[in-house]
């Protein structure tokens, strides 16, 4: 087996800040986008709706999301979301970061490792600054080391990941089951 050799994910991924809105106040924007926001980025995957960018300068075709696309908030990053195709065009919001894997990187690996082993917090800790509130930045994310094994293993790490993810989400939902009988039953006692 090839050894796992480091590097640094700003060497196999570009960083990409999510969107400002921009204009003049009290003119008419010319350009609205849906945007993926903070609080949409949960364990569990993308939750809610997408909120909504106005600008009077359209967004560069980089700043759309592609599918793939590893999101983090840039204040107390906590999960990651690996972003998935949408009927409409999407963006980050000025709050999330985007993280576009190259070639040499396995989108669903990346985010195995960021939520999988303390990588999250480490990059959080790189602020320097003792907070309530950690804000991290491209060059944070971009300086953090990381290991890069074979594809093929990436591939592998990256499925078990998905697939934990998958087998949280159905014990979520058996435990709500769970409770809503139990609830039910009480209900039966007539209390």
């Known amino acids: 087996m090839k050894s796992t050799r480091k590097t ?5 991924a570009e960083i990409i800040p999510g969107v400002l809105p921009h204009g003049k106040p009290n003119q008419p924007a010319c350009y609205s986008y849906s945007a993926v926001q903070p609080g949409q980025l949960t364990s569990g995957g993308l939750a809610g709706d997408f909120g909504t960018v106005t600008r ?16 983090i908030k840039r204040l107390n990053p906590d999960c990651a979301v690996v972003f998935h195709e949408h009927n409409n065009p999407v963006v980050a919001s000025s709050n999330v970061f985007v993280i576009r894997a190259g070639e040499k990187l396995v989108p669903t690996f990346l985010a195995f490792l960021l939520e999988g ?15 309530t509130v950690s804000a991290v930045t491209a060059q944070q994310i971009a300086n953090c080391e990381i290991p890069l094994p074979p594809l093929e293993l990436q591939h592998k790490l990256g499925e078990l990941w998905k ?14 089951e769970n409770a809503r009988r139990l609830r039910a039953l009480c209900g039966t006692l007539h209390l």
């Open 8 to 12: 640094t994910i700003g060497e196999c």
């Open 117 to 131: 082993s303390s990588l999250m917090q480490r990059i959080a800790q790189r602020s320097g600054v003792e907070t």
């Open 56 to 71: 009077d300068i359209p967004c560069a075709d980089a700043q759309f999301l592609q599918s793939g696309d590893i999101l």
């Open 163 to 176: 697939l934990n993810k998958r087998e949280e989400k159905l014990l979520r939902g058996l435990l709500a």
